[in-house]
T-cell receptor, first 111, second 111 residues
Framework: DSGVTQTPKHLITATGQRVTLRCSPR?????VYWYQQSLDQGLQFLIQ???????AKGNILERFSAQQFPDLHSELNLSSLELGDSALYFC??????????FGSGTRLTVV | QQQVKQSPQSLIVQKGGISIINCAYE??????FPWYQQFPGKGPALLIA?????SEKKEGRFTISFNKSAKQFSLHIMDSQPGDSATYFC??????????FGSGTQLTVLP
């Protein structure tokens, strides 16, 4: 167990729907990062939050959004889902200047 | 987002052999170069990392060699074991701490 908890582990939904992925970082970690892993794009950085504030954006679609709450857990919201959004979504957390710890991911399948 | 190029895509090594994976980066602002190991169904796990002021770092059977002038770094796995069979990712990051990953190398160690 890495200490980073992601729920749900698996999610199957239809095109056009909206889903929310949840991440609880390791105790003490203020930074949360979201990554998407797909066969054709590899591991791609989506967005970073630090202590509740957005710090950096990567290749995140406008249909996707995220937030980090006062208790430091984070949610990634994916809307108007398309078949191509099917992927593994990973959350990672870190202390500032430290290495990342990844969660086990949420496997999203859009049908 | 500037790339990190990783090779080979796949690697088969006999037990006890040396596994070598190579990466090249473009972004000279990168100051942290980690290697991650990923098993099926799991998130990437930090294996070893190096900063560019050091040319080599060794942890157990794993060694990173770093060539700043060539903008290249490599992972050497000595005495490779079947349990090392996994996908390995190199990455680079700068002050923003978001990781730019290589495309991954699937390592198979034959018993």
């Amino acid at each position: 167990d890495s200490g980073v908890t992601q729920t749900p582990k698996h999610l199957i939904t239809a095109t056009g729907q909206r889903v929310t992925l949840r991440c609880s970082p390791r105790s003490g970690d203020l930074s949360v990062y979201w990554y998407q892993q797909s066969l054709d794009q590899g591991l791609q950085f989506l967005i970073q939050y630090y202590n509740g504030e957005e710090r950096a954006k990567g290749n995140i679609l406008e249909r996707f959004s995220a937030q980090q709450f006062p208790d430091l857990h984070s949610e990634l919201n994916l809307s108007s889902l398309e078949l191509g959004d099917s992927a593994l979504y990973f959350c990672a957390s870190s202390v500032i200047q430290g290495g990342y710890t990844f969660g086990s991911g949420t496997r999203l399948t859009v049908v | 987002q500037q790339q990190v190029k990783q090779s080979p895509q796949s690697l088969i090594v006999q037990k006890g052999g040396i596994s070598i994976i190579n990466c090249a980066y473009e972004n000279t602002a990168f100051d942290y170069f980690p290697w991650y190991q990923q098993f099926p169904g799991k998130g990437p796990a930090l294996l070893i990392a190096i900063r560019p002021d050091v040319s080599e770092k060794k942890e157990g059977r794993f060694t990173i060699s770093f060539n700043k002038s060539a903008k290249q770094f490599s992972l050497h796995i000595m005495d490779s074991q079947p349990g090392d069979s996994a996908t390995y990712f190199c990455a680079g990051s700068g002050s923003a701490r978001q990781l730019t990953f290589g495309s991954g190398t699937q390592l198979t160690v034959l018993p």
